[in-house]
């Protein structure tokens, strides 16, 4: 017996001497083994983020200010050209843009704190996004939500907006997709997906965005949030901004007469109502915006 423990102590010695050849033989590995998961979308899941927008949709008007808007709308300025073409349910609208600063804010905030996972594809509740942007949240509002969606991935873009330093040529919606992650038992949905154009993941990616005013998402007329986002974008940093009406008009992507636009400025300007700033027309069709 003795000798049988022996013969197996000599083998085990033996085993391990030639293991350890064997391990200063081989090449040190350059990677570290994978710890986690790689996710390819990324959550919306941080609370209280302050709203932001994207700079170029700001500066331009690619959203519509009606519902059901079926026209091809152009607009040219200083060298940039944007063409939209309507989907079977009409243009997406400035209140469908929702969508766009929900998520722009998410990924803004999740890439300020570092995580690691931000991404062009967002997965978030419905309830927080209707709480978010200031919704009701009714049964008619998720479905409003999916209205929403098909406007959204129906109307195209053709445009040479830059980006982060690149000006191209592009086509697109204003999401690649939208899916439903979860319903509820009545067939509601719970948790959605969207994915954003790569034209706009490339400005966020940049930072080229601004914060919004916390009362923004409660400007009913949607003038009134297209000249919000204009003031926002033009005073940046500055006490003021002014130019004339007309201007003003053609940078709003207004499709209503320039009498009644001017009428509808006079009575922004008169209800004193706007967030963060002042508004101003004078008797020469110039309007005057000044930070609160």
């Known amino acids: 017996m ?4 022996s013969s197996f102590e000599w083998a085990k010695k033996k085993a391990d001497e030639a293991k350890a050849r064997l391990a200063e033989k081989a090449p040190a590995k350059a990677l570290s083994p994978v710890r986690h998961q790689q996710l390819d979308f990324f959550v919306a899941d941080i609370m209280d983020v302050a709203a932001k927008d994207d700079m170029a ?4 008007p690619l959203f519509a200010l009606k519902a059901g808007d079926m026209r091809v709308r152009t607009y040219e300025r200083n060298g940039v050209t944007v063409t939209v073409k309507p989907g079977h349910d009409g243009c997406a609208t400035i209140h469908d843009k929702d969508l766009w600063i929900y998520c722009i804010s998410q990924l803004v905030e999740a890439m300020n704190r570092g995580r690691e996972d931000v991404g062009r594809v967002v997965r978030f509740t419905a309830y927080d996004f209707l709480v978010s942007t200031n919704r009701d949240a009714s049964g008619r509002a ?7 969606f098909e406007r959204l991935n129906g109307t195209r873009i053709e445009t040479n907006i830059e980006t982060d330093g690149t000006r191209e040529r592009g086509w697109f919606g204003f999401i690649d997709y939208a899916r439903v992650i979860e319903r509820d038992s009545g067939g509601r949905m719970i948790a959605v997906e969207v994915a954003l154009p790569e034209w706009l993941w490339r400005s966020i990616k940049a930072r080229h965005v601004l914060t919004l005013s916390r009362d923004y998402f409660r400007i009913r007329k949607p003038l009134d949030r297209r000249i919000y986002e204009l003031a926002r974008k033009h005073c940046g940093s500055q006490r003021q901004w002014q130019c004339t009406i007309k201007t003003l008009y053609e940078k709003s992507g207004s ?7 001017r009428g509808a400025v006079r009575n922004l ?7 963060d700033y002042k508004v101003r027309l004078n008797e020469h069709d110039l309007v005057t915006f000044t930070r609160r």
């Open 57 to 60: 949709s700001m500066e331009h």
């Open 2 to 5: 003795d000798e049988a423990n």
């Open 142 to 148: 998720y479905e409003r939500m999916g209205e929403m």
């Open 255 to 261: 499709t209503d007469a320039l009498r009644n636009f």
């Open 269 to 275: 300007a008169d209800c004193g109502e706007l967030p």
